[in-house]
């Protein structure tokens, strides 16, 4: 048995904790805010609860795994349902699209609503299927820094797939391929927002993402996002891991060339065999590691983009929306010009709207429901949020207005507001960024950081901000890579 301090209760974290005690290791995780969840999160305001952070749920087995491998049933932890309808889509000429999970109605519904040609779309969910099935196995549940990953028999049948993979392609050019209509292009390019990036930078790669989603499903926890930290939460406990929330981690103590102790401002913790950051890498390194020459290169990549979030009460129900909702930016090209480009947000944004009342009435007063409102922003470098958030605000009302035939404004009886200089102050995540470095270019994918230090043996990293990526999914996997590693790592020691 070792002992063992993870930084950070995220979902990495609070995974890793999981996996690492059921290795029989002495656990305790340190968390600066008050409660588990990192980015999962949730607020309740005159009645009306909202999930704070990520509000799809993909890939629940990552979950239910951990529940198994502790011979605990899932259920009586976490309860999900999946999704009959993925998403409701509307352009600014009226134009609407509810897409469920059937995918030969999905189809149909392309085919005659946006013209496209009938089979189109399920062609392409296979080709995405096929792509998933290879790379997730190189990508999301290997480490890309052990030689073993790229010597074995998926690695080899990826080499022959090299082309079909769309590593040289951006992931417009892969879905303009495709498709005819810009708004059936709009539709997928839209999934490189999932890791903040942009569809004209990205490598075409990102087709594996829709797979996720229409292929395997959609799902919504039945108590909200925030049941998922909850639950984790629950099973660390009862496999005796210990948790000190309110307590800031300044610096990471090292002996020699390991990690020895956790220092906060209060009181040094240790001493410990090894030590995991959930901390995003960035602050890890110049924040914790004072004494310790950074990773330039890997640290200095231009991060992903953040968030603008508003969440709103409203004081009535709007039949023609759901879960979830997507209205479309006129001009997406420009959209992310100016997020990546200009590191701004332009004037006419895509709004993606989130409502979990639609599924979990309590989460709203009767007859009202509650808007977790998302727009895309770039990364925090000091800009002038003030002005930022007021001409967008401005922007999503008159949208909102435009193509749902309302007056929003009248609408809204409680109003909080997140954004990317919050989101770095709360979670740690350098510049505000939501998935660490961004995927803008063919190679991001091996400019994340491994989830072990090369300098000192005993530190390791899990989370967004490392390898494989951000993203609950992903933040999962990173566990499952940096316990696997440390299992073999701590058996020398």
Known sequence: MKKIGVIGSGPGGLAVAIRLALQNHKVEVFEANSTPGGKIGEMTENGYRFDTG???????????????AANKNPADFFEYEKLSEVCRYFWEDQTRLNVTSDLEKFDKDVSEILGEKYSKITKYLSESAFKYKILSELFMFKSLHKISTWLSKKAIIGYLNVFRLGIFNSFNDLNSGYFQNPKTIQLFNRYATYNGSSPFLTPAT??????????????????????????????????????????????????????????SKKQ????????????????TYLKLLPNINPPKKLLNQEKSGS???????????????GLHNILFSEDYKTEFKHQFEKKDIYKDPTIYINITSKHIPSDAPDGCENWFILINAPSNIGQDWKEIIKNTRESIIKKINRVLKTDIEALIVTEKILDPIKIELNTSSSQGALYGNSSNNRFSAFLRHPNFSRKIPNLYFVGGSVHPGGGIPLALSSAKITSEIMARNLTSL
Request: aromatic letters at 14%; proline letters at 6%; a negative charge.
């Open 54 to 68: 990520p509000s799809l749920f993909t890939l629940p087995t990552l979950v239910d795994e951990l529940f198994i």
């Open 206 to 263: 990102m087709g594996i993402i829709p797979h996720l989603e229409y292929n395997i499903g959609a799902y919504l926890p039945k108590k909200g996002m925030f049941q998922i930290s909850e639950s984790l939460y629950r099973l660390a406990l009862d496999l005796g891991v210990v948790f000190h929330f309110d307590t800031k981690i300044e610096e990471i103590i090292l002996n020699g060339k390991k990690a020895e102790s956790l220092q």
């Open 268 to 283: 040094n913790f240790g001493p410990f065999d090894a030590i995991v950051s959930n901390m995003d890498v960035t602050p």
């Open 307 to 321: 968030a603008l979030i508003f969440y709103w009460g409203i004081k009535r129900e709007f039949k023609e929306l």
